[in-house]
């Protein structure tokens, strides 16, 4: 069948690769070509085992980086505690390594087999089924582009984000995200002093209501991420403003400080969010995704869950060959209770990234170094990962 999936993004590509052999696949990209920009991702758990299943994860890995782990700063420029990545590693069997989220995407592209068409600069305006308006009503279902073209298809898998178009169609009242409460924003530079001062260890400032990562992406260039809490109110994405972002976000910690002085005019702005969606599909529209089961950025999943729900999804297709809706509703019966999980480990997790009082960052500090003592770190890293 013809199948049609809205964004290029990891999701999108991820799911291109996998029904690629059995269907004829379009991929509808809104941005002109691969996105740079971007921040780095732990990659581990699900996602991980299906990159293994789908023969990809070499090619993830070759893009990937291995940090020794986190350390923590004050304003002042102290170092407050550290954390090592190695029991996490090991409970993770191995299975476990950082990557930049737009290598993921150029890894998936590498692998993209021949037969994909994917279509860039190819905004969607709207997706229809005429049979959600008439259930004896014939005809396929159809994506409206911004160029004025439509585009006819048996089955509309929207990889479109936590701000999905498709969304409102498919769970009526469940179109809008759902803010967390927290904002973030990230770039990257061109740095090498201080990358090499980095080193092999991500820095995060020990601070309250905002704070900062700052991070070698590679020997030359630098990764920064800075989120604050802000109210839980309006939808909204925000406008990114490099001077605002100075501003707030100056005296986190010295190093921070100095890649602020860097902060590009154009960078990712958004508010932390989840997608909550009580059906995954409707008629011939299928959910996939952030854009059914956004976890947040803070929960530190989102890949991962996208590319093991990608290939849940197709696995529940093929099963089920020519019953189309058999297998959309195999795929949610079997993968929504893991993406529900990591969403409820996501809104609990949120809140230690970015400490509301001094009290609650103290109560970390001290997490920090029980989480460091033998025994304790296999058994909370073993949780963390767990699928």
């Not at 490099?242 to 005019?265: I, N, S, T």
Request: charged content about 25%.
């Amino acid at each position: 069948m013809d199948v049609t999936i809205i964004g290029g993004g990891i999701a999108g590509l991820a799911l291109a690769h996998e029904l690629a052999p059995d269907h004829a696949v379009t991929v509808l990209e809104s941005s002109p070509g691969p996105r740079g920009g971007g921040f780095m991702i732990d990659f581990f758990g699900p996602g991980f085992l299906a990159a293994e299943r789908m023969g990809i994860i070499e090619e993830l890995r070759s893009r990937g980086h291995a940090f020794d782990g986190v350390r923590y700063g004050t304003p002042d420029g102290k170092e407050s505690g550290r954390i090592d990545v190695g029991p996490l590693v090991a409970a993770a069997g191995g299975r476990y390594f950082s990557i930049l989220r737009p290598e993921v995407e150029l890894g998936l592209l590498a692998v993209l087999p021949q037969s994909v068409e994917l279509r860039c600069s190819a905004r969607v305006t709207a997706v229809r089924d005429p049979a959600l308006e008439d259930a004896g009503a014939s005809g396929r279902a159809a994506v409206d582009l911004a160029d004025g073209n439509t585009l006819e298809t048996d089955l509309i898998v929207a990889c479109d984000g936590v701000r999905s178009v498709a969304r409102e169609l498919v769970a009526p009242g469940h179109g809008p995200i759902v803010p967390m409460g927290y904002r973030v924003a990230s770039y990257l530079y061109d740095d090498p002093e201080l990358a090499a001062e980095l080193g092999e260890r991500m820095l995060m400032t020990d601070t309250v209501g905002r704070v900062g990562w700052a991070y070698a992406a590679d020997d030359s260039r630098v990764g920064v991420m800075l989120a604050e809490r802000v109210r839980a109110a309006g939808t909204k994405r925000p406008t990114p403003d490099r001077e605002r972002l100075q501003r707030e976000f100056a005296g986190l910690h010295p190093q921070v400080d100095r890649a602020l002085v860097h902060a590009p005019e154009s960078f990712y702005d958004d508010l932390v969010a989840q997608a909550i969606a009580p059906r995954w599909s409707r008629g011939r529209i299928v959910l996939a995704g952030d854009a059914a089961h956004a976890p947040s950025l803070l929960a530190g999943q989102g890949t991962s869950v996208a590319i093991a729900g990608a290939e849940a999804l197709a696995r529940s297709l093929r099963a089920t060959g020519p019953y189309v809706q058999a297998g959309l509703a195999e795929y949610e019966r079997r993968w929504r209770p893991t993406a529900e999980k990591v969403q409820r480990s996501g809104r609990r997790s949120a809140a230690f990234f970015t400490p509301s009082s001094p009290a609650q960052l103290r109560g970390q500090q001290i997490a920090r170094r029980v989480v460091g003592l033998p025994g304790v770190s296999r058994l909370v890293t073993r949780s963390f990962i767990a699928p």
